[in-house]
């Protein structure tokens, strides 16, 4: 099978000048701005912030970028700037001459957008659910306060601590921050080998029985205009504990439809939140549906929907921050989305095998991140396939998920 090195290829395009920027502001009506050149930070330079530019491109949004990283995805694609988003000095720095300051990680420093909300700056998810959200512990005892339902779960801050549920096992126990991507949780199944165990501040959470993974993105903008895609079905891969295979729509039963799509508004609402939230959500075996965590901003359970909605859920960030109305999230085809990972076994210069074999299905969509190296279950793109039929978009993605792989 030929290799693809794709590292050869760079792909670069011009910021937005001053006077299409201020033509963008005048045009949609920013109450809130004067019609100057209109300069939008993001935190972070993934490939979710990839995707935000090339939507934000439709729009010729004047575009910045912070990362650590001087090989971030983001670097070629934006006014790029290298630093920590971490860092109280340097986010401020950054954030000063924005006018709206957005995010593609949680993992950014809040003091310092606190501080830029303080100063009049637009930042969008607010300080204080990004704040929240960081936090899997504040995360839990918020949905018990709203009524959300959600796994039982106890807070601990040592190990030691965890024996005092042993008549409650099973567990998950996740670290109450810093966690992603599957990383931070682990299953505890007994109170007698902890061996694994974090000694942290960590949530432990019941484990719940559950027949279905599924996920919901929904959309608030400021003037509390709230829209969600539809329901989409996960399925995860064992050994990375993250998402391998997205279904869109979920095979599910219309109330759970329901409840799903009633819950996270209702997360939505209670937080309060502008911008996009990511709801996961648990289909337990007697048909309750129950939040797992939520994400404040693009998630991987929304990259289908570039394709196979109307909207997709990069543009609607946009719509939700800068108080646009929100697009239409219908269903344009079914669709199934394949994350694609890092080959076992293989850490280096990425190259991907199979390109040219897939390129040659209907209906599949390939999605590089940009990133130059792999290395086991890293994320470093993602297919998606659509078609008329469900049944026949899985049975390609299966294929398309055997022949496509990245090594080095």
């Known amino acids: 099978m030929e290799k693809t090195d794709f590292s050869q290829y760079k792909l670069a395009f011009l910021p937005s000048n001053s006077t299409n920027s201020r033509y963008f502001?005048?045009?949609?009506?920013?109450?809130?701005?004067e019609p100057h050149q209109y300069?939008?930070?993001?935190?972070?330079?993934?490939?979710?912030?990839?995707?935000?530019?090339?939507?934000?491109?439709n729009y010729n949004l004047n575009i910045?970028?912070?990362?650590?990283?001087?090989?971030?995805?983001?670097?070629?694609?934006?006014?790029?700037?290298?630093?920590?988003?971490?860092?109280?000095?340097?986010?401020?720095?950054?954030?000063?001459?924005?006018?709206?300051?957005?995010?593609?990680?949680?993992?950014?420093?809040?003091?310092?957008?606190?501080?830029?909300?303080?100063?009049?700056?637009?930042?969008?998810?607010?300080?204080?659910?990004?704040?929240?959200?960081?936090?899997?512990?504040?995360?839990?005892?918020?949905?018990?306060?709203?009524?959300?339902?959600?796994?039982?779960?106890?807070?601990?801050?040592?190990?030691?601590?965890i024996s005092k549920y042993a008549d409650f096992f099973p567990f998950f126990q996740k670290l109450r921050q810093g966690g992603y991507d599957g990383k931070g949780v682990v299953k505890l199944l007994s109170p007698y080998n902890l061996d694994k165990a974090f000694d942290s501040p960590c949530v432990l959470e019941r484990l719940v029985d559950f027949e279905k993974e599924l996920s919901v993105i929904v959309a608030r903008n400021?003037?509390?205009?709230?829209?969600?895609?539809?329901?989409?079905?996960?399925?995860?891969n064992p050994q990375a504990n993250l998402v391998e295979f997205l279904f869109s729509p979920a095979n599910i039963k219309k109330n759970i439809e329901k409840d799903a799509i009633t819950i996270a508004i209702q997360v939505a609402e209670k937080l309060g939140i502008v911008g996009l939230l990511a709801v996961e959500l648990f289909v337990t075996k007697d048909g309750k549906v129950l939040v797992n965590e939520i994400a404040p901003r693009p998630h991987n359970s929304g990259h289908h929907t570039i394709e196979a909605n109307i909207v997709s859920q990069f543009e609607q960030h946009w719509r939700a921050i800068l108080n646009l109305p929100l697009g239409d999230t219908s269903i344009v085809k079914p669709a199934v989305m394949i994350n694609v990972l890092g080959a076992m076994g293989y850490e280096g210069p990425a190259i991907y095998e199979g390109m040219e074999d897939v390129l040659k299905f209907s209906g599949v969509y390939i999605h590089l991140y940009g990133k130059t190296t792999t290395k086991p279950f890293r994320k470093m793109g993602h297919v998606t396939i659509v078609d008329d039929d469900i049944v026949k978009a899985?049975?390609?993605?299966?294929?398309?998920?055997?022949?496509?792989?990245?090594?080095?």
């Open 222 to 236: 400021p003037d509390g205009e709230c829209k969600c895609f539809p329901v989409v079905e996960c399925e995860f």
């Open 39 to 57: 300069k939008i930070g993001i935190l972070g330079g993934g490939q979710l912030g990839r995707m935000l530019i090339q939507s934000a491109v």
């Open 64 to 161: 910045f970028v912070l990362d650590p990283d001087g090989n971030a995805p983001c670097k070629n694609l934006c006014h790029f700037t290298k630093g920590s988003i971490t860092d109280y000095d340097t986010v401020y720095k950054f954030g000063k001459d924005k006018d709206v300051i957005t995010i593609e990680i949680e993992n950014v420093n809040i003091e310092a957008l606190k501080q830029l909300q303080k100063d009049g700056k637009k930042v969008y998810p607010q300080p204080e659910v990004i704040e929240l959200i960081q936090d899997k512990g504040l995360q839990k005892m918020f949905y018990q306060r709203n009524d959300i339902p959600s796994a039982d779960f106890f807070l601990t801050d040592t190990k030691a601590q």
């Open 25 to 33: 502001a005048y045009l949609f009506h920013m109450n809130s701005f």
């Open 394 to 408: 899985k049975q390609k993605a299966k294929t398309v998920n055997q022949i496509l792989k990245v090594v080095s």
